[in-house]
């Protein structure tokens, strides 16, 4: 099979099957989305959604946030991993977009980095979710599926290679959606330990599943 071939299988495969794919992050706004696609790195989006409710009524605004302070803030992450550095990160990123933004959140991708908590992948989630850009988040659900797949090589060794290739092979308006078939399923099904292959479509192009058939 082609690489074509194999980018059109996967694509025809999640129309079908999973066509309204996105975020299982909880938020209103835009800069709600921000903030808990910074609370999710290396933390459970469900574990997320449990504590923003809280966290959201108290600071509703960039503005709120902004001027509140260590103290205040942290008892509502503390359950977050990684609690303390994402606080910080929470009071910069809030005082940077109501200075310098209008407490609008960009939608510039390299606008976004200058943002506390803010690196490549956060500013790919916003780009895609919120202005619908052809943007392509690579967090370890679609480096481990993209490979496992053959949508990307075994050589690649970063994100932002992985991504590069993704881009290439994916038509711009499916891009925003592969983003998201690709994270569920490697949270749903294609685990990093024990993938589920028995209940996985695309075994029948799948390099992980046929390599591991064959042992």
């Not at 970063?158 to 959606?177: D, F, M, S, T």
């Amino acid at each position: 099979m082609t690489k074509k071939e194999r980018f059109r299988e996967f694509i025809a495969y999640f129309t079908e099957h999973q066509p309204e794919a996105e975020t299982e992050l909880t938020y209103r706004t835009p800069y709600e989305l921000l903030v808990s696609v910074i609370l999710s790195a290396q933390c459970t989006d469900k574990r997320v959604n449990m504590v923003t409710p809280a966290l959201f009524e108290k600071f509703p605004t960039p503005e709120l946030l902004a001027v509140s302070h260590f103290d205040e803030l942290f008892p509502y992450i503390k359950s977050i991993s990684y609690p303390n550095n994402k606080t910080k990160h929470l009071l910069g990123m809030a005082k940077i977009l109501f200075e310098d933004f209008n407490s609008e959140v960009p939608s510039d991708i390299n606008e976004l980095q200058k943002l506390p908590g803010v690196g490549r992948k956060t500013a790919n989630v916003i780009s895609s979710v919120i202005f619908n850009q052809p943007a392509m988040a690579v967090d370890t659900h679609v480096f481990r599926v993209s490979k496992r797949l053959g949508l990307a090589t075994q050589s690649a060794k970063n994100p932002l290679e992985i991504e590069k290739q993704l881009i290439r092979h994916i038509p711009k308006e499916y891009v925003a959606k592969a983003h998201h078939w690709l994270i569920l399923h490697g949270r749903y099904v294609c685990l990093a330990r024990k993938p589920k292959c028995e209940q996985c479509g695309l075994t029948y192009f799948c390099r992980y599943f046929k390599k591991t058939e064959a042992k």
